[in-house]
């Protein structure tokens, strides 16, 4: 078994503790906006200017879903199981909703589905080609999840169900948010290595897939069918259907992206600049 003792609080300013998955989210935001500038080093039809509005309007609206998600994820299983908020493993927030307000409980997909949102919308009125913007971001948005993950594996969160298997790992330092002393799934590593090969795999498609935005369909189905997967590993009480609430929204993106992938996408030969 594989022990983790890391303090998942990496240090305190006066009373206020600043853990390391807080540090890993917003490095992995730093991440996505350094691929995007490198992206236009590289030749990319954006401006600066244009990275930096998308940015000043997808990360806000990221955060804000991504909040959102977990809220309502909390307050679903907490009326479902009440049981589970009297001992703390879920926060009903219609009783103590000041703590939406806290730094904790962040969902990917709300981070993925606020950001894309808001930038489709900034697209309807700014100068931005959506599908183009959103090819280019994919590689480098897997990238960054893979580097929050790191941030998860040391703070204990989305930790999975137990194991026996000889490369469990085991939490024992009471800051952790996994159970202490307990062999469990690493699915927090399992998540960064696929997420590196779904990076690999976009950086082999790049330029071969028309019409654009077909490279980030790619990205999220992929992405919701590894989700719909692991999740059966991962521990939880079930949001609805006795699935987790990114199974769901794992099959509905699917069910979206699979036939656009099969009717729309075509593959083409990648043009070589001279």
Not at 52 to 76: C, E, Y
Not at 169 to 195: D, N
Request: include cysteine; hydrophobic fraction near 50%; aromatic fraction near 10%.
């Amino acid at each position: 078994m594989i022990t983790i003792s890391i303090n998942p609080i990496a240090f305190t300013i006066g009373s206020v503790s600043v853990r390391w998955y807080g540090i890993m989210v917003a490095l992995a935001v730093v991440v996505v906006v350094l691929w995007m500038l490198r992206e236009i080093r590289r030749g990319a039809n954006l401006s600066y200017d244009t990275i930096l509005t998308a940015a000043l309007v997808g990360i806000p609206s990221g955060i804000v879903a991504s909040k959102l998600l977990h809220v309502i994820d909390n307050i679903v299983v907490a009326k479902l199981h009440p049981e589970l908020a009297l001992v703390g493993h879920v926060i009903d927030y219609t009783q103590y909703p000041g703590l939406i307000f806290s730094g904790g409980g962040l969902t990917i997909y709300g981070a993925i589905v606020g950001a894309t949102l808001a930038i489709w919308i900034y697209n309807k009125f700014g100068n931005l080609q959506f599908g183009y913007f959103a090819d280019l971001v994919a590689p480098g948005a897997i990238l960054a999840q893979a580097v929050g993950r790191v941030g998860c594996t040391i703070n204990g969160c989305c930790y999975g169900i137990p194991t026996s298997l000889p490369w469990g790992v085991v939490y024992t330092h009471p800051e952790s948010y996994a159970p202490l002393g307990v062999a469990l799934h690493p699915t927090q590593p399992y998540e960064i290595i696929f997420c590196l090969a779904v990076f690999a795999v976009l950086l082999k498609l790049r330029g071969h897939l028309k019409p654009e935005g077909s490279l980030f369909l790619v990205y999220l189905g992929l992405y919701s069918l590894w989700r719909v997967g692991i999740d059966f590993l991962r521990d939880g009480t079930p949001f609805l259907f006795g699935l987790h609430q990114a199974q769901l929204i794992g099959i509905v993106v699917l069910a979206i992206a699979i036939p656009l992938l099969v009717l729309r996408t075509r593959w083409v030969e990648k043009e070589v600049s001279n």
